[in-house]
């Protein structure tokens, strides 16, 4: 099961994509499946957006397979799908469909640092004691259909691959053992940095310049429910960019897991439906963070990104446009 957000003639639709490829927005399939098979006390309202259907839990992804089959059964019959209004609900990728990032506005993103062994190794530094992490901003998230942007303030950016779990239940102090029971599933992250912005000179690191960068964070393309993933470790990964593998490797390799992170973050802050956590990047080639000059990005590059079970990523890098020259006889505001 993949769980997109996707645009068609600038109408935002929330639902799934089938083995035929074919785009199902669920919101609408949901009431006309009600119609035909109605429900004392059913919400069709439940579909209107990832939240939305995360806040559902289990019953979300049950009420998904029944409105496949339900579609399968009426395409086997020679019916093309159709609410009871008319409105269509089946979409087909050449007709224009823009997928977006599987996450909502309003919601956190949370990037775990130094969280695999490899990338410990590579970088020379102990095991921390506990999880800790960055905050992405929305500014820095772009969709599947989208590029990651390169800005003309850095000068050396970087790309790493990582597993991102999406939140589905709301809940604070949420002991490890209890943990996996806020996870709704799980999607691919893309975390690009600037290396000179984020290590500046003199020392410290700097996350709000190296990483917060508008579009420098891609998520998707979809969200594939936890019961479908299964064990989410190992699972295998793998990042290129123009065709070069720059990281292979699985998620075995990450030293603090889902519930240990949770655990740790929920002791004073609220987890919501929709927040991501980004479990951070594996080693990669050498000189895989410092200073090798065929690890910087560049406008044209093209990024692939897989991980068993859950799918593969594919994003253009471009270069920001220029600024618009002000007009002749304008000034700025004093």
């Known amino acids: 099961m993949k769980l997109v957000h996707f645009t068609l003639q600038e109408q935002f639709h929330f639902g799934m994509i089938n083995d035929a490829n074919e785009f199902i927005d669920l919101d609408t399939a949901c009431r006309d499946y009600y119609g035909v098979n109605p429900v004392k006390g059913a919400d069709p309202s439940r579909f209107r957006d990832m939240q ?40 087909k990728a050449e007709e224009g469909v823009k997928l977006l990032a599987p996450v909502t506005k309003t ?6 640092a130094q969280n695999s062994k490899s990338h410990l190794a590579e970088q ?20 599947p259909s989208e ?17 991102a779990a999406v939140i589905g239940q709301r ?34 690191v700097d996350w709000v310049m190296g990483k917060g960068f508008d579009a420098t964070m891609a998520v998707g393309p979809w969200v594939v429910p936890k019961e479908e993933v299964g064990e989410p470790y190992p699972l295998q990964m793998e990042l290129k960019v123009g065709g070069t593998a720059r990281q292979r490797g699985d998620t075995g390799d990450y030293v603090f897991r889902i519930p240990e992170i949770i655990a740790h973050f929920s002791q004073g802050i609220t987890f919501e439906p929709g927040d991501v956590i980004s479990l951070g990047s594996l080693g990669g080639t050498p000189g895989f963070e410092f ?5 910087r990005l560049k406008p044209g590059d093209q990024i692939e990104a897989s991980i068993e079970r859950i799918g593969r990523l594919v994003m253009p890098v471009t270069a920001e446009a220029p600024p618009r020259p002000e007009a002749p006889g304008t000034s700025r505001p004093a």
């Not at 004691?129 to 820095?140: K, Q, T």
């Not at 590029?147 to 597993?163: I, K, W």
């Open 124 to 143: 020379g530094k102990p095991t921390p004691p506990r999880p800790f992490a960055f905050c992405r901003y929305f500014n820095s998230l772009v969709g």
């Open 147 to 163: 590029s990651l942007v390169l800005s003309s303030a850095a000068t050396f950016p970087d790309v790493e691959l990582e597993l």
């Open 291 to 295: 200073g090798k000059e065929s690890r």
């Open 107 to 112: 919601q956190k993103v949370y990037c775990l």
């Open 171 to 204: 809940g604070k102090h949420i002991p490890a053992e209890r943990a996996m029971e806020h996870v709704a599933g799980y999607t691919l992250a893309l975390d690009m940095g600037y290396r000179d912005l984020q290590y500046p000179p003199g020392g410290g």
């Open 52 to 91: 939305a259907f995360f806040s559902g839990g289990a019953d979300s992804v049950l009420l998904t397979k029944k409105i496949a089959e339900y579609i399968d059964r009426r395409r086997a019959a020679g019916w093309t799908p159709r609410a009871a209004t008319g409105a269509r609900y089946l979409f």
